[in-house]
């Protein structure tokens, strides 16, 4: 009989442990599906995991994973604090949708006006449009008790009519021949999110990614909210006698994730996408809520799930086309990647017993 | 980096050979598809020509693709990568990859790229797509005689160009051979949910219509008209001659294969120059599928004179006097429409109730 | 507009069919939550019982036999989720999550000789003397027999819940699964069962897009309905009955939506496109939301 029982505190070598584990666990059970499928296993492992770090076309691909992972990170860096204290915002591509079209709009309102000002405002339209998407939620949840979770995921989808309804109608290039999006804001030179350094894919986006990390790490482990937020979702009795203010908690909590999702949508609409169009948001909202978790809801712990999930976002495009692998046995394998990170995580936490009684 | 080094060894050692060392003779193709090949309709179609292009040259050409890549910076990465992987052709296959492709263009100036349903191109860049109004017409021909309730439903996606398009061609030749004929435009707002086509078919069945026209790809409508016993349909993107002889009576078919073959033989004859295609039935990229015994025969043959007609450019889809929904005049009498007001179509023409969403 | 081509009966009638796949999903799902499991990989276990259960049905040549290879290839998917989440104590958000990716991907593997074919057919019932009578007849009585499964499984999951010893025990072990324990319940195992109905449901729910609804193979068919099969257990305040009306409602506000369209009414396409979610916030907060059962989503670990 196997019975786990737990550790007085998280295993700090496992911790370290788990994740390469995961992965070696994924490389193999990918492997024998890639043999499976009649490819060698071997030469997709290596395409999908090495390939996008050290190929000979590694200086193209390095620069992409900053600016496939840097949503994934802002969003989830946000996500983390409400994932703590126990509020569920799981509408976060809403969130993105909503910053991108506030944050679009006032670029193009004032386009062809050249100033230095316009994407700082940007950034701030889009960060609001984000905010207030997320306290629509936040304020029925406070005010009628109404299941945040359900109503951010609703909203997910009203965004996306609503993006649609931009690119087919207000927003709609007026020199695009009729065809649905928005101008490009990348070729508006005071609207562009543009490489910081040329060919290094560093672009404000990521600039804001990796502060929102430090940000978090100091709120969390130095800050009196950062306390609040970890007792609250421990125990909401306990925070309650700490005077913590749960709808104050909620309300912020909602209000973090969903500024820094709108300012990833901002980012995204004003440099690597261009433009609103109907199919702008891919996702990454949602994608977002498992990068949250992998990372253990910490900050350092997401910027490493960030980078690894853009890995294999890379190397799986790489695998499609230079070995011809489906792109289902890809989401597979990130499915498969994410069971072995949950699943050895156990690890971490409690102590594996062999032998007899147990109650499991 | 050691690992690497390692693992390239044992595959060395294990036998495997990889396409580093594909002949140097060997022309390679890429294609960008924005969808999974699954989907059935759209991205099948353009994978099934990708195959078709591989039966026609063999050893000759080496085809890779990518599938269900969103519009934007994953585009851009995946067009890149491509080039840099060595492709002389890339075929990028949604309207949304138009800027992308562009910008990929300009930093591979040796890559030809060919971008679908698109207006920009550039000396490497050519831009193709399919007058599938052609076929529209033909299905409002047949659809305006086999309706007994005069009410015709059409399933749309989003209001794009396109779709308004396919809308107007339609509702000219139904009404040509039927004037009470009144279409029921209902737009989905997705681009793929099987679940609310069939909805939507059902609705408008519901709502008195006993042809459906569908301008999205899955086969939900057909389903929908089959159960509901006399109501006709058309096949879309592809055959769907699964539902035939009825209610599936005919379908426009979306066939890239002779365009795709083409413009690779161009690239290997060292011939291709960058152009602007827009073929209907007659270059075959708009195929009418085989129209059924459901259909009467004066119909039939009707309907396929309309076809070889549109063929042999004898005959133009748009051909005045036509006038906008507003009653203003459009086309003259004998005037035939220019592709720039064909390619940004956003009116309905004069007899089409309700607006198009803007 | 005209608002009187719409068709009251028949309009009520196709709000039951549309509303059956989000039923047979939420109503597996309900019971998972009631014993203390949030599973949100609803939307990839129904894409795997959509599929598994086409190739069953193509295979065998029977509706039925695919529907029941359905519900075998959404439990099978379940019971990966219940050994990570149970036996490993993983997260179950992120495992769930991480099952709508394997899902998908999974289904369209599986799938891949299946496009293009026809599923055999389903024909409705019309049901003797019931199915006659006018008005109720149409409404309600001349459907294809998996929207009746839906119904009774409805009523089957609310008399199991309230009337059954075992139903009891179900919700204790998802108020407080160490209460439960310590009654000396099975926590374990009768959440794996749980999970395993949820995924076998949510797979019928697959199913019936694949070889009723639509009926074809495509990738990623489902588009969503997963998704909001989870919004209507939250919505129905975890209760059966209510239940069936969120996906009524839901599934009505589709229907009459597009009604609307085709009738020519003058609102904005995408509002009312929008118009079934934002009805479900406003139903959601007019109406009093019922209590999650205490443990949901919570990791039990039995410490002796």
Known sequence: MITLEKRAGPSKVWAFATPLLAVALTMIVGGILFAVLGKDPFETIRTIFLDPLFSEFAWFYRPQLLIKGAPLVLIAIGLSFGFRAGVWNIGAEGQYIMGAICGAAVGLALYPMESRLIFPLMVLAGAFGGWAWAMVPGILRVKFGTNEILVSLMLVYVAEQMLASMALGAMRNPEGMGFPGSRNLAQYPSAANLELIKDSGMHWGIVAALIAVIFAYVTLSRHIFGFQVRLTGQSPRAAKFASVNPARMILICLGISGALAGMAGLFEVAGPAGQISIDFNVGYGFTAIIVAFLGRLHPIGILLAGGLMALTYIGGEIAQSNLGLPGAAIQLLQGMLLFFLLAVDVLTNYRIKFGKGGTV | ?358 | MDLSSINPVLLLASLMVAATPILLAAIGELVVERAGVLNLGVEGMMITGAVCGFVVAVGTGSPWLGFIGAAAGGAFLALLFGILTQYLLSNQVATGLALTLFGLGLSALIGQGYIGIKAPSFPDWHIPLLGDIPVIGPIVFQHDPMVYVGLILVAATWWFLHKTQSGLVLRAVGENHDAAHALGYKVTRIRILAIMFGGACAGLGGAYLSLVRVPQWTEGMTAGAGWIALAIVVFAGWKPWRLLLGAYLFGGMTVLQLNLQAAGLAIPVEYLSMSPYLATIVVLVIMSSGRAPGSLGRIFHASR
Do not use: C
């Open chain 2, 1 to 358: 980096m050691t690992l690497k080094t390692l693992l390239a060894g044992a595959t060395l050692a294990l036998g495997f050979a990889s396409g580093a060392f594909a002949d140097a003779h060997q022309t390679k193709v890429g294609f960008v598809y924005v969808g999974p090949v699954g989907d059935g309709g759209w991205t099948y179609e353009h994978n099934q020509a990708r195959l078709a292009v591989e039966a026609e040259f063999g050893d000759a050409v080496e085809t890779v693709f990518v599938e269900s890549v969103p519009e934007g910076p994953d585009a851009e990465r995946v067009m890149s990568q491509m080039a840099l992987g060595g492709a002389d052709l890339i075929f990028t296959t949604s309207f949304g990859y138009m800027d992308p492709t562009i910008n990929v263009a300009a930093k591979f100036p040796d890559v030809k790229f060919e971008h679908a349903t698109g207006f920009k191109r550039a000396d490497n860049v050519s831009t193709y797509s399919a007058r599938f109004y052609e076929g529209r017409a033909v299905q409002g021909h047949i659809a305006g005689q086999m309706t007994t309730s005069n009410v015709i439903g059409y399933i749309g996606s989003f209001p794009i160009p396109e779709v308004v398009r396919g809308i107007n061609a339609a509702y000219i030749h139904a009404k040509a051979v039927n004037p009470d004929v009144e279409f029921k435009i209902v737009w989905a707002y997705t681009w793929f949910d099987p679940a609310k086509e069939a909805e939507a078919a059902s609705v408008l069945i519901e709502q008195g219509a006993d042809v459906i026209l569908q301008h999205t790809d899955s086969t939900a409508p057909q389903a929908a008209a089959q159960s509901a016993g006399n109501v006709v349909t058309f096949g879309q993107a592809s055959d769907m001659a699964e539902f035939g002889p009825f209610p599936r009576v005919s379908s426009i078919i979306d066939n890239w294969a002779p365009y795709y073959i083409a413009r690779t033989r161009a690239v290997m004859d060292g011939t291709w120059t960058s152009t602007d295609t827009w073929d209907g039935i007659g270059a075959g990229m708009v195929g009418i599928g085989e129209i059924s015994s459901a259909v009467p025969a004066e119909i039939k043959a009707s309907a396929e004179a309309l076809r070889d007609s549109l063929a042999d450019g004898s005959y133009h889809a748009f051909t005045g006097p036509v006038n906008k929904q507003d009653g203003s005049a459009w086309l003259a009498d004998g005037e035939t429409a220019d592709d720039g007001t064909l390619a940004g179509m956003n009116f309905y023409v004069e007899g089409i109730t309700g607006d198009v969403p803007q």
